[in-house]
């Protein structure tokens, strides 16, 4: 384990020297400028192969440069094409979380996290206002990653706004929205792609992020990606998402990006109305009244097995954004058509 703060800017210190120093030589910058949830950031790539990797699923979220102040700035790159070795934090693999978060790098000004499965280090330094990804390769980034990437440096950047990213789906109309909870498998996905088919507003199959300092509860969209289990594709013949066309052995998933099929469903955020968990008891589709705490718990749990440098806190923020608000068990019913109507009726009928 890290001994000293020291220690720590050190580590920082070099990984900034060595991103500055790719990007000064770097040819072939490709540079973005993206809203997370109303904050300006700045996305610059080594090259145009890097790039690919991270920005179909945030498509939705770029924005024209508007001579706003940049509030970040994140640099994303990878050995393979820089020929620049990946920092080495001085601590052991048992000192990595499973959530990707590394043990003593985390403080009020600094979070580090490395994704073993994708050889991948993630670093932000929240005073200087700059966030690094880099990667050894990013040709085999894995589908996963390609989906959501960013998360640990957005996460990082929502928390310090006190915005909380939660493990949740979120799908609406001009009304309102609905944040789906649920651990991984328990249908939050299929419901959400579902809802977008059927014509209701995407703001997210698996990850998004909603605000624990406006007067309604508000959600942001952060992905336009969406996830389908491999067994289950031919349910969805009618999904007009670019296929990720990458397949990882391990994920069980097939990805698709959705910004443009979709890009008139994809809002940037909305008002909750309530908070709904799917259930497969057959039958009638239908809603009942569910344990506020029962969801909150399976959403914390869920979240905080997710995304690094998340701990206790979500449950005490969301548990203030959402307190006020209906929960439902949401029986999907024999017939999936349904899915859509019965949401989209559930919103225009709370107040």
């Given amino acids: 384990m890290v001994e000293t703060d020291t220690e720590v800017v050190q580590f920082f210190e070099q990984a900034v020297a060595a991103t500055f ?8 910058v490709i540079s973005r400028d993206v809203s997370l949830a109303g904050i300006n950031l700045r996305l610059k790539f080594s090259d145009t192969s890097v790039a690919q990797g991270i920005l179909p699923a945030i498509e939705q979220i770029i924005v024209d440069p508007s001579g706003l102040p940049t ?3 994140i640099f994303v790159w990878d050995s393979f094409s820089t020929g620049m070795p990946l920092p080495k934090a001085p601590v052991k693999f048992t000192e990595i979380k499973f959530s990707g978060e590394i043990t003593g790098f985390n403080n009020q000004r600094f979070q580090a996290a490395y994704f073993t499965h994708a050889r991948m280090l993630s670093l932000l330094d929240l ?44 799908v609406g109309n001009a009304e309102g929205a609905v944040l789906i909870a649920g651990q991984s498998g328990a249908g939050k996905s299929s419901t959400a ?10 703001f997210g199959d698996d990850v998004c992020a909603i605000s624990t300092f406006e007067e309604k509860p508000t959600v942001f969209s952060i992905y336009s990606s969406g996830k389908i289990h491999s067994k289950d594709l031919y349910k969805f013949p009618n999904i007009k998402g670019t296929p990720i066309n990458k397949k990882d052995i391990e994920y069980e998933k097939e990805i698709f990006f959705l910004a443009e099929a979709y890009k008139n469903y994809l809002p940037f955020r909305g008002n909750i109305k309530a908070v709904l968990m799917p259930c497969q008891s057959g039958g009638k589709i239908g809603f009942s009244p569910a344990s506020y705490g029962g969801i909150l718990r399976v959403l914390c749990s869920s979240t905080v097995g997710l995304l690094p440098h998340t701990g206790n806190e979500i449950f005490l923020q969301l548990a203030s954004t959402l307190q006020k608000l209906p929960f439902y068990n949401f029986n999907l019913g024999d017939n999936p058509e349904e899915i859509a109507g019965a949401v989209n009726d559930l919103i225009k009928q709370i107040i």
Avoid at 132 to 155: H, Q, T, W, Y
Avoid at 193 to 202: H, K, Q
């Fill in 21 to 28: 120093q790719i990007f000064d030589r770097a040819t072939d």
């Fill in 71 to 73: 509030a970040y700035t």
């Fill in 127 to 170: 005073e200087k206002k700059i966030g690094i990804l880099c990667m050894a390769d990013a040709r085999i980034l894995p589908g996963f990653e390609m989906a959501c990437p960013l998360r640990s440096v957005f996460n990082g950047i929502l928390k310090h706004h006190k915005i909380s990213m939660v493990h949740a789906a979120a």
């Fill in 193 to 202: 792609l579902r809802c977008l088919i059927g014509g209701l507003d995407y």
